[in-house]
């Protein structure tokens, strides 16, 4: 594409080119001119800007990291609605008031104390010892200079240094932690009966008026997402190998040129007896490992040795046969061994961290011994790889220009190159994209480029030897779905409504009874429904979370020997709570270890909430002014 401009760049067409080029610089020129600033404030904190660029790379790095986070669960949706971009940029006005708070403190971390730390550090470290190549070059493959990263650590210590010092305030008492001992150890008796919803469901009785009145009032669970049909071209250089001519002579000049490349893959066919040693005991393992390779020496069958001694359960019982063994695939002692051993040489003991091994080396193929047609299937193979990937690099570029010079169409692009459109059936923002397998490509299917601009994707780079380009083919807007389509899925919805409230209302009138001194048993004899007792304690996982709930919510001052509670679960069900006894927990009847984990957890959330009452002090005496949009 380029090479074309430069051909046709002569005369009234180079002066238009010259034109439009020039544009874009006499604005910017302008814009500088009168002071309009391309990078705005998104928040002011006492004076202090934070401009639309760190917090457009702050949302970058919150993504990839969520990405990276959620995998496959990831949804670009979770960064649609602002709400998330709001929290980060309050996460960052909070970083702004705890740095203005460190240098109203004179708190500083000195030089030494930033190299001391970056020298500790394991990831800069070459056989434990700080390597200053390894160093410059992490600091390198992070876009910084060495004041740019040592600035950022001296940030985070500085941060770690004023947490740590609002923390350390935190004072507990014995009397504190005994007296939340006894309120979260608290044991609770009860007795409770649930009241299903589903005795009271009857989709047949739901009238049309009742069913359309349900769906008026969640019309939003009737929503059909906004969906696309995507046609895509995907190019791979695996799919381009069938491409490659192959000559027998440029075969030859390839394994002459990779022979080291190609027959370092020797592969050998090993056996071994492995005697486990826990370290404890490792010179009696050793002293029998020799015994066996003293015995082995002496002529006893390696296969019978193997499946008498040897503590390899995958191995032993077919003589200690491990197969054809390449580089790259087993411990390293254990590798060095047997690639350093001759055919049929017995090498032992070998000390690896499963223990000690006998190795026998009993076949052997490829390697320098390896002639050119021995191993010509690898060669072509190789070879048709590397030129696949050639091709693959050229064909890369021009599918980049083709789709851009034709943005409206990809048939132009699979035409010039021979490759396949494919289409996608409907998918939506929240679907996966199996045929190109990229969260990146479902992103840029509902962009505004491609989607609402209706133009081809720039290439999306799927790894280093596949990629793709793709286009919107149909678009279907977010809808309602009307009433008649989903007339009896509303009914069953609007049937477990009324269920619903019919089993609360029941429930309610059960634990009026209650109140007025009648028994569980007799308020629900006849009804089908069991009455079960438990010892209730927080966090119980055996019974329903609102049963729980329900039990807690009873008042422990002042109580007697009953109260009672009712609450409505998720599932519409009633749960009728009567709570009989209440006992406290005890610390003493903790031991120290238990005690002091215990205190150990409160002034950790004690510490917390310090720290959070200090930031909120800082916030509600400073001056902040939020300017997103």
Same mark, same amino acid.
């Given at each position: 594409m380029?090479?074309a401009?430069? /051909?046709? %760049? ?12 020039s544009?874009p610089f ?14 705005p404030p998104v928040a ?5 800007e934070i ?7 702050r ?11 959620l995998g ?5 949706e979770?960064f649609e ?12 006005v909070?970083e702004?008031l ?12 000195s030089?030494?104390h930033?190299?001391?730390f970056?020298r ?13 190549g390894l160093y ?13 990263f040592e %600035?950022?650590i001296?940030t985070?210590?500085? $941060? ?6 609002v ?11 005994a007296e939340?001992?006894r309120l979260?150890d ?6 409770y009966?649930?009241?299903?919803a589903?005795?009271?469901l009857?989709?047949?009785a739901?009238?049309?008026?009742? @069913? ?5 009032s969640h019309?939003?669970?009737? %929503?059909q997402?906004e ?8 190019l791979?250089s ?5 491409q490659?001519e192959v ?7 390839y394994? /002459? ?6 027959l @370092?893959n ?7 007896i492995?005697i486990e040693? $826990? ?21 006893a ?12 359960p995958?191995?032993?019982?077919d003589?200690g ?14 590798e060095?061994?047997?690639f ?5 040489e017995?090498?032992?003991p ?13 076949e ?8 050119f047609?021995?191993v010509r ?21 021009r599918?980049?220009d083709l ?15 021979g490759?396949?459109i494919?289409?996608?059936d ?6 996966r994209l199996?045929?190109?397998d ?21 290439v ?9 380009v ?8 977010r809808?309602?779905?009307p009433f008649d389509s ?5 009914r069953?919805k609007?049937a ?16 009026a !009874?209650?109140?007025g001194?009648?028994?569980v ?6 009804? !089908? ?40 679960s %998720?599932e ?11 006992e ?5 009847s903790?031991?120290?270890?238990a005690?002091?984990?215990r205190?150990? @957890? ?8 310090e ?6 002090a ?10 997103l949009?």
């Amino acid at each position: 594409m380029l090479q074309a401009i430069r /051909d046709k %760049a002569q005369g009234w067409i180079a002066w238009v080119i010259v034109i439009l080029i020039s544009i874009p610089f006499a604005l910017f020129g302008i814009q500088e001119y009168l002071g309009v600033d391309s990078n705005p404030p998104v928040a002011q904190v006492n004076g202090d800007e934070i401009s639309t660029e760190q917090l457009k790379q702050r949302m970058f790095d919150f993504r990839e990291n969520m990405r990276r986070t959620l995998g496959d669960a990831f949804t670009p949706e979770l960064f649609e609605d602002g709400v998330l971009e709001s929290r980060v940029l309050q996460r960052m006005v909070d970083e702004v008031l705890l740095r203005q708070a460190a240098d109203d403190w004179n708190m500083r971390i000195s030089d030494a104390h930033v190299a001391a730390f970056i020298r500790s550090l394991p990831a800069l470290q070459n056989g434990g010892q700080f390597d200053t190549g390894l160093y410059e070059a992490t600091v390198r493959s992070q876009g910084l200079t060495r004041a740019g990263f040592e %600035a950022l650590i001296r940030t985070d210590l500085g $941060s770690q240094q004023q947490e740590g010092a609002v923390r350390n305030t935190v004072l507990l008492t014995d009397a504190f932690v005994a007296e939340q001992v006894r309120l979260q150890d608290q044991k609770r008796s009860i007795r409770y009966v649930r009241v299903p919803a589903s005795d009271f469901l009857n989709a047949s009785a739901v009238t049309d008026e009742e @069913a359309r009145s349900y769906y008026e009032s969640h019309q939003e669970e009737y %929503a059909q997402p906004e969906q696309v049909k995507v046609a895509y071209i995907r190019l791979s250089s695996k799919a381009l190998t069938g491409q490659v001519e192959v000559e027998e002579g440029d075969l030859r000049e390839y394994f /002459d040129i990779h022979r080291g490349e190609l027959l @370092a893959n020797q592969e050998r066919k090993v056996r071994h007896i492995l005697i486990e040693s $826990s370290g404890d005991d490792d010179q009696e393992k050793l002293t029998f490992t020799e015994e066996l390779m003293e015995q082995l020496r002496g002529g006893a069958d390696f296969a019978e040795m193997a499946a008498r001694h040897s503590n390899d359960p995958g191995s032993s019982e077919d003589g200690g046969d491990l197969g054809w063994v390449n580089r790259g695939v087993m411990v390293q002692p254990f590798e060095d061994a047997v690639f350093t051993a001759q055919k049929d040489e017995l090498i032992g003991p070998v000390r690896t961290e499963y223990g000690y091994h006998i190795i026998l080396v009993t076949e052997v193929r490829g390697g320098e011994e390896a002639t050119f047609e021995e191993v010509r299937g690898q060669v072509e193979k190789a070879y048709r790889q590397q030129q696949a990937e050639e091709i693959y690099y050229d064909y890369h570029e021009r599918l980049a220009d083709l789709s851009y010079e034709t943005p409206d169409s990809l048939v132009p692009v699979a035409e010039a190159l021979g490759l396949e459109i494919k289409e996608t059936d409907w998918i939506t923002r929240n679907s996966r994209l199996p045929a190109l397998d990229s969260p990146k490509a479902l992103n840029v299917a509902f962009s505004d480029d491609v989607l609402q601009q209706g133009n081809n994707s720039d290439v999306i780079d799927l790894s280093t030897t596949e990629a793709a380009v793709l286009r919107v083919r149909e678009h279907r807007e977010r809808t309602i779905r009307p009433f008649d389509s989903v007339q009896e899925q509303v009914r069953q919805k609007a049937a477990k409504s009324l269920a619903a409230d019919k089993a609360r209302a029941e429930g309610e009138k059960l634990l009026a !009874g209650l109140k007025g001194g009648e028994s569980v048993e007799a308020l629900i004899a006849g009804k !089908g429904w069991e009455s079960r007792q438990a010892t209730v304690v927080r966090g119980l996982v055996e019974v329903p979370a609102e049963v729980v709930d329900a039990t807690f919510s009873v008042p422990s001052v002042g109580f007697t020997d009953r109260a009672v509670a009712g609450v409505v679960s %998720a599932e519409g069900d009633y749960f009728l709570v009567e709570v009989t006894a209440i006992e406290d927990g005890n610390i003493d009847s903790m031991d120290k270890a238990a005690r002091e984990q215990r205190a150990d @957890a409160l002034t950790g959330a004690l510490a917390d909430l310090e720290f959070s009452g200090m930031l909120q002090a800082l916030r509600e005496r400073a001056d902040i002014e939020i300017l997103l949009d």
